[in-house]
């Protein structure tokens, strides 16, 4: 995984690679892309964003080329009650429908980061971090799921989820379009946590989808 960043970068242009680049990881993504901008600092990444990537171990950057980690996950279980039905109802084939229906994946270690700058020469740098808990959302709802396999609200919130990591990425690399994204409707602040709670179907509203 590590090599898909290398490849991205090195297929960029100078002229792109001299602008503001962001990149998107999902799930066991994360971690290895760290590691790769950490060991090649050529890479000029600036903005990392990431959903449901689970990162365990010391959150240190020290490719000084990264200023922004906007960091999204669900709070909905892959795994939930009517599965749990299905399972005692059928045994072992009904744990098989289940995963199958759901087309989702329960994964351990999310939650909020805060990484810190650290470059090779022991100096520090800034390092922007921005977490976001969309209600709701599940595993895969980052992508459009066109299956037919999915609840009529697990589809409204996998559609909205969609939409806000849509605008989310178009905002990323725009000061004026970030600094305006966080009073978009649906989107609070939880202070205690210092986490950016999304009711995505709220967010959605704004467009009329």
Partial sequence: MAGKLNDFWYSLTPEQQASEIPYFMHSGHFRPSVEALNQNLEIGIDTLIVYEGPFVGEQVIRNEGVSKIINVYGTKSA??????????????????LSL??????PVPFLGPVN???INDKGENFNIDN???????????????????????????????TNLFMRKLAEASTNDILWSEFFIRPGI?????????VVDPLKFQEEYNI
């Fill in 188 to 196: 609070e602040l939880d202070n205690d946590r210092g986490v950016y």
């Fill in 115 to 117: 990484f810190t700058g």
């Fill in 100 to 105: 199958m229906n759901m087309n989702d994946a």
């Fill in 130 to 160: 921005f977490n976001f808990e969309i209600v709701g959302a599940r595993h895969n709802d980052f992508s459009y799921n066109s299956s037919n396999s999915l609840t009529p609200e697990q589809e409204r919130v996998n559609i909205a």
């Fill in 79 to 96: 795994f939930d009650i009517t599965d749990f039905m299905q399972v005692v109802e059928m045994g072992p084939i009904g744990a098989i």
